[in-house]
C-alpha cells in the first residue's frame, strides 16, 4: 500500500517557507465583532459588509423556507432541485441587475466556472485583469480557450491584446472583477467595456463584492459608473453582501439558456438549499428597502481610511470598504497579523499564491456593523502595532 509521506514532505517545505495555512475556528460572529478561542476580537475580515448575515429579517425568510422546504433542494436544478424561492431569487436578481434573466449557482465559485467554460472554449480569447479572482483563472484554464492577462486596470494593455489577437479567435471576452476582493479598487469599466466593444468582444464582471455595495441603489459597478447593462454579463455571489451562500450570472436570456445547457457547475450539482435562496432574496430587498445599511458601510469605510492612515498605516488602495494595508514580505505580514490578533484585532494578512509574490498585505474590511467605538478600538490597536514595528512602513512592495 502507499503512504502519504511525500505529501508530508512538502508540507514541511510549505512550513519552512512560511506559508502553511490553517483554519481558525470561530465561536461566534456578533455585529462587528468575532469570538476565537474564547475572545472577542473586532472582525476586520467579513466580507458581509452590510450585516445582512445576521439580520432579522433574513434570517426568518431563511427559517421560514427551513420548516417549508427542509434543510436540502434534494437534487439538481434540472432533475427537481427547482423550488419557488430559486425561481423568485433568479427574477428579482435580474431586475435588481437590470438584465434580461438571471441563472442561480450552488456558489460564485462554481458561477466563474459554469460561466467561463460554457461560453468559451478551445476557439476563444479569454483576456482577464492579472489580478482576476483565482476561481476566474481556474475557470479561464479548464475552458481550453487561449488565457492572456493585462496588467492591472490598463486598458491601453488590454486593447493591445485584442488588437493583435482577436482576428484568430471565434469569440473573445473580457474578464475583470468589478471591486477588487483583494485590492479594494475599482477597474474603469466605461474604458474596459468600450474597448471590448471596439474588438467585438464580450466583458464579463464579476461583481462578488461590489453587489449591494457600490452604485446608490447598491446594484454593483455598473451602478457606481453609470452604464448600462445591456449586454455585460454581470456574475454576482449571495455570500458577500447579501450574507447567504451561491452565486448568479445575469445578462441576456440567450446567454442565461446557454448557461442552463452547457454549464456543468450548474447542471451537475445539487441546486442550493432553499432557504438559503430565500434568504438572500430577504436580503436583496433589505438592500433596497434598508439604505441605512450601506450609508453606514460608507461612513464607516471613509472613518476607517481617514484613521488608518493617521495611525501611519501605508494603504495599497482606499477606495471602498475593503482596505489593504500594504506590508511585503509574507513573514512580516504574517508577524504582523498575530500582533494585532494579539491587541483585540482580526485581520487576516494575505500571502502568495493569493497575491502576487512580494505583496503580502493585512487585508481588512469594515461593514454596516461596526461601532464607532469599534473602529477607535481597532485604530489605536493598528496605531501601537505599527509603532512596534521597526521598519515598517516597508518600501519593497511589488
Ligand atoms: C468570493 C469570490 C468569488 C467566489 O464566491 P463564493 O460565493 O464565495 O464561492 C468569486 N469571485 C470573486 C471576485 C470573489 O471575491
Known amino acids: ?112 466556472l459554469g460561466v467561463i ?40 494593455r488590454l486593447e493591445e491584446v485584442l488588437r493583435a489577437r482577436r482576428f484568430r479567435y ?19 469599466l466605461p474604458e474596459i467595456v468600450d474597448a471590448a466593444r471596439r474588438h467585438d468582444a464580450w466583458v464579463l464582471v464579476d461583481d462578488a463584492h ?11 459597478s455598473l451602478e457606481h459608473f453609470g452604464l448600462p447593462a445591456e449586454g455585460i454579463l454581470q456574475m454576482g455571489t449571495l455570500s458577500k453582501a447579501l450574507g447567504s451562500i451561491g452565486g448568479f450570472l445575469a445578462g441576456p436570456q440567450e446567454v442565461i439558456d446557454t ?17 438559503c435562496a430565500a434568504a438572500a432574496r430577504t436580503a436583496l430587498r433589505v438592500v433596497q428597502e434598508e439604505p441605512v445599511w450601506r450609508e453606514r458601510l460608507w461612513r464607516n469605510a471613509r472613518r476607517w481610511i481617514a484613521g488608518l492612515r493617521q495611525a501611519g498605516a501605508d494603504l495599497l488602495c482606499a477606495e471602498s470598504p475593503i482596505v489593504p494595508v500594504r ?30 509574490e512580494g505583496s503580502a498585505r493585512i487585508r481588512t474590511s469594515v461593514t454596516a456593523l461596526h461601532t464607532e467605538e469599534d473602529l477607535t478600538a481597532a485604530l489605536e490597536a493598528f496605531e501601537k502595532t505599527i509603532a512596534q514595528s521597526p521598519g515598517y512602513p516597508v518600501t519593497r512592495f511589488q
Request: aromatic share 6%; hydrophobic share 40%.
Open 259 to 275: 448557461l442552463r445547457n452547457r454549464a456543468r457547475s450548474f447542471i451537475y450539482t445539487t441546486a442550493l438549499p432553499p432557504s
Open 1 to 112: 500500500m502507499g503512504d502519504f509521506k511525500a505529501l508530508r514532505e512538502e508540507l514541511s517545505q510549505i512550513e519552512r517557507e512560511g506559508l502553511l495555512r490553517s483554519c481558525r475556528r470561530v465561536d461566534a460572529v456578533e455585529g462587528g465583532r468575532i469570538q476565537i478561542g474564547g475572545r472577542w476580537k473586532i472582525h476586520l475580515a467579513s466580507n458581509s459588509y452590510l450585516g445582512l448575515a445576521q439580520h432579522p429579517r433574513v434570517i426568518a425568510a431563511a427559517r421560514e423556507a427551513l420548516e417549508k422546504f427542509g434543510a436540502g433542494a434534494g437534487s439538481a436544478r434540472l432533475i427537481g432541485g427547482t423550488f419557488p424561492p430559486h425561481e423568485a431569487l433568479e427574477e428579482d436578481l435580474a431586475r435588481f441587475k437590470q438584465a434580461e434573466a438571471a441563472l442561480l449557482f450552488s456558489t460564485g465559485y462554481m458561477a466563474g
Open 117 to 156: 467554460t460554457a461560453l468559451a472554449g478551445p476557439e476563444d480569447l479569454v483576456v482577464g485583469d492579472r489580478l482576476n479572482h483565482a476561481s476566474l483563472i481556474d475557470a479561464c484554464r479548464l475552458s481550453g480557450a487561449a488565457l492572456r492577462v493585462y496588467p492591472h486596470k490598463e486598458v491601453d
Open 170 to 188: 471565434r469569440r473573445a471576452l473580457v474578464v475583470t472583477e468589478g471591486l477588487f476582493s483583494m485590492e479594494g479598487d475599482i477597474p474603469p
Open 327 to 356: 506590508v511585503g514580505a509574507h513573514h512580516e505580514t504574517m508577524r504582523i497579523a498575530q500582533a494585532l490578533f494579539g491587541a483585540g484585532l482580526y485581520a487576516p494578512g494575505v500571502r502568495p499564491p493569493t497575491v502576487p
Open 210 to 220: 461590489a453587489t449591494g455595495v457600490l452604485g446608490l441603489s447598491g446594484r454593483g
